[in-house]
């Protein structure tokens, strides 16, 4: 077993936004109206393109996306902005014990013919967003590749009357 353990959050959105790095303040601009508007991001990646512009990636509460689509539309009209519906972020545990685990995690997920949205790591987890109607699928395809086995539930006892 290379990994402990595998979590896979709620039904969240995910939201695509793309900035030119010279526009690269607009991205504080938005997450100080969110932070304002009480409006929490559970995921988040950025990455500049050769292109110099900046490909961000995060996720927010299902409940906020109206409110998080209200801001974007009356705020930043002329924004290059993508909302894709209905994600989950699907980690792994432990993550950096073993250099195989990113290509063995990748690997079962392309085998699979699942796509992934984003990807991040720190020093305990890898995580993907996946479409939420790929989500078992891909964890359970990640469990047989990882050898993880769900822990059986205890059997009600039975009371002696």
Known sequence: ?????IKISPVLDCIKITV???NFSTLNQIF???GAKKVNIWFEVQIKNRNNLVNVTLCIDPHNYEKVADIIRENYPNLNVCFIRSVNILSAFPYRENPEIASLFFKTLEEK???VIGVSTSLSSISCLIKHEQCLIAKESLKRA???QETPK???VKSKE
Do not use: C
Not at 1 to 5: C, F, H, R, V
């Open 154 to 156: 205890p059997k009600p």
């Open 113 to 115: 013919g699942l796509s």
């Open 1 to 5: 077993m290379l990994i402990s353990g």
């Open 20 to 22: 030119e790095e010279e």
């Open 146 to 148: 990882f050898g993880l």
């Open 32 to 34: 100080n109206t969110f």
